[in-house]
């Protein structure tokens, strides 16, 4: 099979580095801490370049396939599981830690494997909400596949729910997009969420 691609635009600089690190010396102060002592001294340039690699990421290319024949009759599905990334809540700017299954039926192409990976984290590298996430990842993995069929679930862990508030550390969020042969109550929609569990099995 011949592997087809083209390059991700790369993304525009957003961090502004010594501004950030100025901002988090002046947080320091703020809470009553010495940003001065041995153990804080170089604290905000560290938290700063944290940003920057964190909102700067560069995912590669997303969008490789191969040309792919399917076999008469054949009503081939792919699912990948277990990819997991930390993302930041855009609302207390804690971290979450979500677990992503993605399936696609093939429409004469199929995804390199790696860019499963590479499209989930070009969403997790932002301030986001896991809804969101969950629904660009299908918008990009069915635009890079050409297939309408395609499903996300995602479980989350949010720091901003285990840390704070409820403090309730065993709480978990389930998100789904089912697109196409997917959607609304069809088996193969089941079956993926059914995959997705913990040790699931179709």
């Known amino acids: 099979m011949t592997p087809h ?16 690190a100025g901002i988090y010396r002046q947080l320091l102060l703020a809470l009553g801490e010495d940003p001065d002592r041995p153990g804080l001294k170089d604290t905000p340039e560290r938290v700063a370049a944290w940003w920057s690699e964190f909102l700067d990421h560069e995912p590669g290319r997303t969008d490789t396939v191969f040309a792919q024949e399917l076999t008469a009759g054949s009503d081939q599905l792919v699912v990948v599981r277990g990819i ?14 979500l677990e992503i299954t993605i399936g696609y039926r093939p429409a004469g192409q199929v995804l390199g494997l790696s860019k499963f990976a590479r499209i989930v984290a070009a969403h997790a590298h932002q301030l986001q909400v896991q809804e969101r996430i969950v629904d660009g990842v299908a918008a990009d993995t069915g635009k890079a596949t050409g297939s309408p069929d395609v499903g996300v679930v995602a479980e989350g862990e ?7 508030g409820v ?12 697109g196409g ?22």
Do not use: I
């Open 5 to 20: 691609s083209t390059a991700a635009p790369a993304p525009q600089a957003q961090v502004d580095v010594p501004l950030v």
């Open 84 to 97: 997991t990334v930390w993302s930041l809540c855009e609302h207390h700017l804690m971290p979450m830690k």
């Open 158 to 164: 949010h720091l901003c729910m285990s840390m704070r």
């Open 167 to 178: 403090k309730q550390g065993q709480a978990r969020t389930l998100s789904y997009n089912l």
């Open 181 to 202: 042969a997917f959607g609304g109550d069809s088996p193969l929609g089941t079956r993926l969420v059914m995959l997705a569990a913990p040790g699931g099995r179709a």
